[in-house]
């Protein structure tokens, strides 16, 4: 099965802001005893959009009715949550104006064409008003975790004391710093005005930019910048740091992780390298470090590394007081909750989800709810440390663009310096 790619755009959270197409389709006035899942201030959440969010997780599983159950109270809650920030977004006047839910959603089409965003929509069962509407409260809630975010200051002190605690985890690791120069056959669909289409113009690309840096001198990171048909090009080309094991776990072949630690020197190229996904790679190694090295505080990026890191922890926190304050705001009475108290062998009904797929065990794993950001036609789940905001119910519509290769993901270094994102796909 073909790998999709999946873009992480704007963070709606701190955690993991997904483009994770919010598709609350509501009903007004339905019947509470079934149809209304929970009513936040008045404002009903429908159990079809329960069901939405749980078929969004769905990995072609199916859950026991006791599994299922808890997988809806799981969501419900999510949507309760997310529901009640959105109300405290409108309160503290976060909510954005109708050009910036445009420009959002114009951002996101950006990324189909035309007949993959009607088909996506058609597909999920959504409608453009739905879009608008659930782009509105992501965007609402964005700004507001802004707002309080920007009161965030981190003392000079802190950093200190942070170093001090923790000096064994700022290491530079053993590893290599490598930059890529990229051919791929898959259409970048106009991205790049240079873009090879087909297995004998990716070679023969390739080819033609190897002999400019071989024979003509040319500078690799310009060439790159120029012609490379990746998303590190905009970096020259610079990949980032690998130790062996990423390097393996990438798919690089063993030799080429031998010639990067032992024969190449810093700054030579290899040959061109075909890889199982079709893309031609020219590597270049632009630094090694064959030892462990502790960092020292003054070293650079560790500063700006600290400082991160204590800001994450501080939103983790202000993130669950944000849910919790704006949950006191608000009335809220669980209509699916009480059907399972009223009906202990029934559980809610044990009605099946909505059309779709059917549940995963994965969405059992949400144990604090998740934000999404809506109208993206793309998503993909990130998990971080710091708590998420409150779910939005989606159906995402997934584009087919091309897929990152494996040899070149994004390593996770230990160390301060390395802070560059591998080859991506074409966009």
């Excluded at 999709?4 to 993991?16: N, Y």
């Excluded at 964005?142 to 001090?164: M, P, S």
């Amino acid at each position: 099965m073909s790998r999709v790619f999946r873009q992480i755009a704007t963070a709606v959270l701190v955690a993991t802001i997904l483009f994770a197409l919010a598709a609350c389709s509501r009903s007004s006035g339905g019947d509470h005893g079934k149809d209304v899942a929970a009513t936040v201030n008045g404002k009903e959440i429908m159990l079809s959009e329960v069901d939405r969010l749980v078929s969004q997780q769905a990995q072609g599983q199916k859950l026991s009715t006791l599994q299922q159950a808890a997988v809806r109270l799981q969501a419900l809650d999510n949507l309760i949550q997310r529901e009640a920030v959105v109300l405290r977004a409108e309160k503290e006047k976060t909510v954005p104006t109708d050009d910036e839910v445009n420009t959002f959603i114009s951002q996101q089409k950006q990324q189909l064409t035309a007949e993959e965003w009607e088909k996506s929509l058609k597909e999920n069962n959504l409608t453009e008003e739905q879009v608008r509407n659930e782009a509105r409260k992501d965007l609402a809630i964005k700004k507001l975790q802004d707002k309080l975010y920007g009161k965030i200051t981190i003392r000079d002190q802190e950093i200190v004391d942070f170093y001090n605690e923790n000096q064994e985890q700022f290491v530079n690791p053993r590893g290599v710093n490598i930059a890529g120069i990229v051919t791929d056959p898959r259409d970048s669909r106009g991205d790049d005005p240079d873009d090879a289409k087909s297995d004998a113009e990716a070679k023969a690309k390739i080819d033609r930019l190897y002999a400019q840096l071989k024979n003509g001198g040319a500078d690799f990171a310009t060439v790159a910048q120029a012609s490379s048909e990746d998303q590190s090009r905009v970096n020259g080309g610079d990949i980032g740091f690998f130790n062996e094991d990423k390097l393996r776990q990438a798919g690089f072949p063993p030799d080429l992780t031998n010639r990067l630690f032992n024969s190449m020197k810093v700054g030579d190229i290899t040959e061109p390298i075909h890889f199982p996904d079709d893309r031609w790679i020219i590597f270049k190694l632009t630094n090694r470090q064959l030892e462990n090295k502790p960092l020292k505080l003054e070293d650079p990026g560790v500063r700006d590394q600290i400082k991160q890191i204590l800001i994450d922890q501080r939103q983790s926190i202000l993130q669950q007081a944000l849910i919790r304050n704006a949950m006191s705001d608000v009335t809220v009475v669980n209509h699916l909750a009480e059907s399972m108290l009223n009906d202990p062998n029934m559980l809610g009904g044990n009605q099946p989800v909505s059309p779709g797929a059917s549940p995963a065990a994965a969405a059992t794993q949400s144990a604090s709810p998740a934000a999404s950001a809506t109208t993206a036609p793309t998503a993909t789940t990130t998990t971080t440390t710091a708590p998420a905001a409150p779910a939005a119910t989606a159906a995402k519509p997934t584009p087919t663009a091309k897929p990152a290769a494996a040899a070149t993901p994004k390593p996770q270094p230990t160390h301060a310096a390395t802070t560059t994102p591998g080859p991506s796909p074409k966009r």
